[in-house]
C-alpha cells in the first residue's frame, strides 16, 4: 500500500495550515486568503505518490507534450515494459499521464496538466 495511516491529515490540521493556525476562529469575511502555501504543502503528497505501485516511464519532454495531446508514443530502452495494462508517464519526476502500454507504446488514458 502507498499510504499508512501515519500519512493521513485530518480537516482540522489543514484548515489550521491553511490560516496560519487559527483553523475555524479565522474571519467569515469572504476576502479571507490563506496565510502560507507552504504550510499546506509540506502535509500535501504529490500525485505520483499514490501511483507507484504502477511501472513508471520515464518520458523526454517531446514525448510529453505529445502525449499531453493525446497521442501514443513509442517506449524505447533496455528495460521498457513491451506490455502492462496499467502505468504512468513521466516527465522530469512530474507526473503526465495515467495508460496502458500495448507492443512497445505508452497510450495516454487520463492526461494531467503541466
Known amino acids: 500500500e ?7 491529515v485530518t480537516i482540522a490540521e489543514l484548515e489550521t ?4 493556525g487559527q483553523g475555524d476562529e479565522r474571519s467569515d469575511s469572504a476576502d ?3 496565510a502560507d502555501f ?3 504543502d509540506a502535509l500535501l503528497v504529490d500525485t505520483s505518490a499514490a501511483l507507484d505501485c504502477l511501472p513508471q516511464i520515464a518520458i523526454s519532454d517531446d514525448a510529453a507534450t505529445k502525449i499531453r495531446l ?3 508514443v513509442i517506449i524505447r530502452g533496455r ?3 513491451v506490455e502492462a495494462e496499467e502505468a ?4 522530469r519526476g ?5 495508460g496502458a502500454i500495448e507492443q512497445g507504446m505508452f497510450k495516454p488514458k487520463r492526461v494531467f496538466a503541466g
Not at 2 to 8: A, K, L, R, V
Not at 17 to 20: K, P, T, V, Y
Not at 94 to 98: R, W
Open 2 to 8: 502507498p499510504f499508512t495511516q501515519e500519512d493521513f
Open 17 to 20: 495550515a491553511r490560516f496560519g
Open 32 to 34: 479571507t486568503v490563506p
Open 38 to 40: 507552504d504550510a499546506i
Open 70 to 72: 493525446g497521442n501514443p
Open 79 to 81: 528495460d521498457a515494459p
Open 88 to 91: 504512468c508517464a513521466t516527465a
Open 94 to 98: 512530474k507526473l503526465v499521464a495515467i
